[in-house]
Antibody
């Protein structure tokens, strides 16, 4: 079954870091670009960055440059999104998606940042 | 950075009616790299249309996309109860500095 399975809910304090995982199955992992998109409560979708699942090269939104790191483990068909220096405005649902237009989405991971 | 502006913000219609949603880009979108997504509460978005007018697999033919350059339209020919949701447009490509979304159009039951 073609799917992206994300890790579970996270609750973090301001200043902490979070690492969200996204495991792909049912297709050839290395041939696709993989993106992270987030959505704060009641807000629009916001692109964070992408990784070439095969080569490992990355590109990040300027908004998150320096705070976000996207990596992948090809042996596990999994990508990761690491976001540091968390603040309350980072409270959102974080989605992993596949491709240039996003034909496959994970279910999302809720990250709550609160003291 | 290309800015996408969707209109209207909210569209109130009845089942069976035709819906027309607009997405305008601040500059020309190369190669019609424009997608449309549907999002229901508590769910991930679902791809409807890519390359401005190509329907994604499994999407009913009542959904259609059109446009080029800076002006794009998503049309739902006859609304079904399950079509009431939020719709986003997105510009994409393999060499862009940013992948932007519009602010969304909420399609609600009148």
């Amino acid at each position: 079954q073609v799917q992206l399975v994300q890790s579970g809910v996270e609750v973090k304090k301001p200043g902490a870091s979070v690492k969200v995982s996204c495991k792909a199955s049912g297709y050839t992992f290395s041939v696709y670009a993989m993106h992270w998109v987030r959505q704060a409560p009641g807000q629009r979708l916001e692109w964070m960055g992408w990784i070439n699942a095969g080569k490992g090269n990355t590109q990040y939104s300027q908004k998150f440059q320096g705070r976000v790191t996207i990596t992948r483990d090809t042996s596990a068909s999994t990508i990761y999104m690491d976001l540091n220096s968390l603040r309350s405005e980072d409270t959102a649902v974080y989605y992993c998606t596949r491709g240039w237009f996003y034909d496959l989405w994970g279910r999302g991971t809720l990250v709550t940042v609160s003291s | 950075e290309i800015v996408l502006t969707q209109s209207p913000g909210t569209l109130s219609l009845s089942p069976g009616e035709r819906a027309t949603l607009s997405c305008r880009a601040s500059q020309s979108v190369g190669s019609s790299s424009l997608a449309w997504y549907q999002q229901k509460p508590g769910q991930a978005p679902r791809l409807l249309i890519y390359d401005a007018s190509s329907r994604a697999p499994g999407i009913p033919d009542r959904f259609s996309g059109s446009g080029s350059g800076t002006d794009f339209t998503l049309t739902i020919s006859r609304l079904e109860p399950e079509d009431f949701a939020v719709y986003y447009c997105q510009h994409y490509g393999n060499s862009l500095p940013m992948y932007t979304f519009g602010q969304g159009t909420k399609l609600e039951i009148k």
